[in-house]
């Protein structure tokens, strides 16, 4: 199994309340990412990276912030969290060359209350 | 912007029998990757299996097979002598090829229950 960990698993928050999740890999891949999963919707794209401190957005943007300082972690910030925040983040990764394949994290369940 | 659809909700199959699950996408890129990814009760994202579209064999993985067409937009999962343990919800992934940052675009997802 790829060496992805999510911290924290759980956490329950306020509304308004800044959040930061966390994404910590041990196997040196370029790209990482942030999906989150609802009923209904599958798995949508929030925020990647290709590099340290190079980012981009994805498909569900709004809201979120990402920052990538180090190879190994890749952290998304909710700055004043909402209820349609509620939700399980995954994480991602994928390396370079001809391997495609991205490899999840175990997931963060976020519930805003 | 690629979509995924997978139009079948929920699916049954008894143990030991044979289940097809359908997914079209719509693209209009040449070069790219689809996959199944499997994710059980327990949560975790599981790649089942891949397929580049650029190969026109049909990738296999032990109990699992595909059936893609590209001319139909159409990447089918076959899974053969079914498990309790292939109970799972099933997603479509979709990726754009070289040069692209390899954003995943998901279906919705099949929830498939393999009854004893």
């Known amino acids: 199994d790829a060496g992805i960990t999510q911290s924290p698993r759980h956490k329950v928050t306020e509304t308004g309340t800044p959040v930061t999740l966390r994404c910590h890999q041990t196997e040196n891949h370029r790209y990482m990412y942030w999906y989150r999963q609802d009923p209904g919707h599958g798995l949508r794209l929030i925020h990647y990276?290709?590099?340290?401190?190079?980012?981009d957005k994805g498909e569900v943007s709004d809201g979120y912030s990402v920052s990538r300082s180090k190879t190994e972690d890749f952290l998304l910030t909710l700055e004043s969290a909402t209820s349609s925040q509620t939700s399980v983040y995954f994480c991602?990764?994928?390396?370079?060359?001809?391997?495609?394949?991205?490899?999840f994290g175990p997931g963060t369940r976020l519930t805003v209350t | 912007a690629q979509t995924v659809t997978q139009s079948q909700p929920e699916m049954s199959v008894q143990e030991a029998e044979t289940v097809t699950l359908s997914c079209t996408y719509d693209t209009s890129e040449n070069n790219y990757y689809l996959f199944w990814y499997k994710q059980p009760p327990s949560r975790q994202m599981i790649l089942v299996i891949r397929?580049?579209?650029?190969?026109?064999q049909n990738a296999t993985e032990n109990r699992f097979s595909v059936n893609f067409q590209k001319a139909a937009k159409s990447f089918s999962l076959k899974i053969s002598d079914s498990q309790l343990g292939d109970t799972a919800m099933y997603f479509c992934a979709f990726m754009k090829g070289r040069g692209s940052a390899r954003q995943l675009t998901f279906g919705s997802g099949t929830q498939l229950t393999v009854l004893p």
């Open positions: 397929q580049e579209a650029y190969k026109q």
């Open positions: 990276s290709y590099g340290v401190k190079d980012t």
């Open positions: 991602a990764i994928s390396e370079t060359g001809e391997a495609y394949e991205q490899y």
